[in-house]
């Protein structure tokens, strides 16, 4: 159980185009998802916070105009990176938690590695 | 905010030796302290947590030990084999009233386990 999946596992685009990564949660309920940001040999950096059916919070420093999210139902977040730099390349990972069931137990995707060229 | 201090950076075991990754955090809105195993390339993957008012827990060769007062918890990897080495990372719970549900993450512990 708690399977997470994201797609596409891997994306290269031209600087200036939108890319949109899908998170879904497969065999459960995810009232909350959170999109993170990994670089190479660091840590795991919190981008923003979505709950189903409502705005998501973005960390401080993370441009909601830039990072887009959605969560339209309880298995599906979107992240749109609009008008992508290489500066944006980096490995992007979603994690989904039911609240009501476990409040911090996060289940983590694949992962996106997106390049920007 | 949280902030979760991980050590040793980087370990290096034997095979069959213990593996010990430590982990200090400022404070907590709830006693949950889980800890992800990451592999290469892959997102991390729940690998075994701590619940309140529990000490200790135990899951095959994996440990987690947890001091509260001195708002400590370690994870020990016994009988280490090369198939552990990974990169694992320690997390606390967010305080604070806009935090619900977040969590912060450790720096994270690169494990090569020598054959």
């Known amino acids: 159980g708690a399977v997470v999946s994201q797609h596409p596992s891997r994306v290269i685009c031209k600087s200036g185009t939108s890319v949109k990564i899908e998170c879904r949660s497969l065999?459960?309920?995810?009232?909350?998802m959170f999109w993170y940001r990994q670089f190479p040999k660091q840590s795991l950096m919190l981008m923003a916070t979505?709950?189903?059916?409502?705005?998501?919070?973005?960390e401080q420093g993370v441009e909601k105009d830039k990072f887009l999210i959605n969560h339209a139902s309880l298995t599906l977040s979107t992240l749109t990176v609009t008008s992508a730099h290489p500066e944006d390349s980096s490995f992007y990972i979603c994690?989904?938690?039911?609240?009501?069931?476990?409040?911090?137990?996060?289940?983590f995707g694949p992962g996106t590695r997106l390049t920007v060229t | 905010q949280q902030q979760v201090k991980q050590s040793p950076q980087s370990l290096i075991v034997q095979k069959g030796g213990i593996s010990i990754i430590n982990c200090a955090y400022e404070?907590?809105?709830?006693?949950?302290f889980p800890w992800y195993q990451q592999f290469p390339g892959k997102g991390p993957a729940l690998l075994i947590a701590?619940?309140?008012?529990?000490s200790e827990k135990k899951e095959g060769r994996f440990t987690i030990s947890f001091n509260k007062s001195a708002k400590q918890f370690s994870l020990h990897i016994m009988d280490s084999q090369p198939g552990d080495s990974a990169t694992y990372f320690c997390?606390?719970?967010?305080?604070?009233?806009?935090?619900?549900?977040?969590?912060?993450f450790g720096q994270g512990t690169i494990l090569t386990v020598h054959p």
């Open positions: 065999d459960f309920q995810a009232t909350t």
């Open positions: 979505s709950n189903e059916g409502s705005k998501a919070t973005y």
């Open positions: 701590i619940r309140p008012d529990v």
């Open positions: 994690s989904a938690s039911d609240p009501g069931l476990a409040v911090y137990e996060q289940y």
């Open positions: 404070n907590t809105a709830f006693d949950y």
């Open positions: 997390a606390a719970p967010e305080a604070g009233g806009t935090s619900y549900g977040k969590l912060t």
